[in-house]
Nanobody, 122 residues
């Protein structure tokens, strides 16, 4: 499975961005896609996850502001981010597990996209 993340950029506090994760290859071998983020000097943290069916879960910091969705025809997973804050500044990665779904631990993931930088200015 290959994952390609895109859509990052510079946005002001309170603004919105939509990230895209395009999956290719044997996508049937994974149950869904998860978004993580990593801020400078911090560990990689779970943001949101979705099965291809649309079942989704969010971190407390993302719930209510971010929405994860899937396009099963195109094998794309979106992360719509709204009401962005400076603390959302990070490199955002999409990832997929070969065995399992929705782990909050980055070490559980077998496939990673290259990351896309989101910068929220105050």
């Amino acid at each position: 499975v290959q994952l390609q993340a895109s859509g990052g950029g510079l946005v002001q506090t309170g603004g919105s961005l939509r990230l895209t994760c395009a999956a290719s290859g044997r996508t049937v071998s994974v149950e869904g896609v998860t978004w993580f983020r990593q801020a400078p000097g911090k560990e990689r943290e779970f943001v949101a996850t979705s099965r291809w069916s649309g079942e989704a879960y969010y971190s407390p910091s993302a719930k209510g502001r971010f929405t994860i969705s899937t396009d099963n025809v195109k094998n794309i997973v979106y992360l719509q981010m709204s009401f962005l804050k400076p603390e959302d500044t990070a490199v955002y990665y999409c990832a997929a597990e070969l065995n399992g779904f929705g782990s909050w631990s980055p070490s559980s993931y077998d496939y990673w996209g290259q990351g896309t930088l989101v910068t929220v200015s105050s």
